[in-house]
């Protein structure tokens, strides 16, 4: 079945500094990769998602790349902000199928 | 508020007993899905429906566990003879399907479930 692997566990960066967070995934068919953020105690929240049509998208501070043919995806976080600080998630799917969760990052920002 | 709510947030129980827990989706949303959480861990799916039909079933999930969606609207988890090791947060989430394609998961608060 499928399998997502996230690395690494935990990142820790100073305020100002970029942060990088990546993913392997092993179903060449899954086409839909999407990044939550989910802050202690508190709801998964999806904050950037990429189809496998386009290799990057960015939504201001926040980017993810995609490598089809490696099969690994990434999230970029640049000039990071205390509020960034949280457990970022990555998971991967094929049409109608459920999400593959990766095991998760723990970013912590560093004032 | 328009986000997909759970019900109870919280729930302690003693092992043996049978729990049940309520989502209700954002109203729009065809697809409803289950899962659970443990701490340091990423969400673990256990079953989703579209519209009322159950579509997909963990092959993790024990007997002890059903959930319905009668209506196609709201969600029933229900867990029989509960065990110590079903202490966890149960996150419902739910999407609008167009098609084939995955549409955005929308997570509710979640119920964190305590069983003595």
């Known amino acids: 079945g499928e399998n997502v692997e996230q690395h690494p566990s935990t990142l820790s960066v100073q305020e100002g500094d970029s942060a990088v967070i990546k993913c392997t995934y092993s179903?060449?068919?899954?086409?839909?990769f999407p990044w939550y953020k989910q802050e202690l105690g508190k709801r998964p929240q999806l904050i950037i998602d990429i189809r496998s049509n386009v290799g990057e998208k960015k939504d201001q501070r926040i980017a993810v790349t995609l490598n089809k043919t490696a099969k690994h995806f990434s999230l970029h976080i640049t000039e990071t902000q205390p509020e960034d600080s949280a457990v970022y998630f990555c998971?991967?799917?094929?049409?109608?199928?459920?999400?593959?969760w990766g095991a998760g990052t723990k970013l912590i920002i560093k004032p | 508020d328009t986000g997909v709510s759970q019900d109870p947030r919280h729930k302690i129980t003693k092992r043996g007993q049978n729990v049940t827990f309520r989502c209700d989706p954002i109203?729009?949303?065809?697809?409803l899905y289950w899962y659970r959480q443990t701490l340091g861990q990423g969400p673990e799916f256990l079953t989703y429906f579209q519209n009322e039909a159950q579509l997909e079933k963990s092959r993790l999930l024990s007997d002890r566990f059903s959930a319905e969606r009668p209506k196609g609207s709201f969600s029933t988890l229900e867990i029989q003879r509960t065990e110590q090791g079903d202490s966890a947060m149960y996150l419902c989430?739910?999407?609008?399907?167009?098609?084939?394609?995955?549409?955005?998961?929308?997570f509710g608060p979640g119920t964190r479930l305590l069983v003595l």
């Open positions: 179903d060449s068919a899954s086409n839909y």
């Open positions: 989430a739910s999407s609008r399907s167009r098609g084939t394609e995955q549409e955005t998961q929308y």
């Open positions: 998971a991967a799917s094929r049409s109608n199928y459920q999400l593959i």
């Open positions: 109203s729009e949303h065809n697809r």
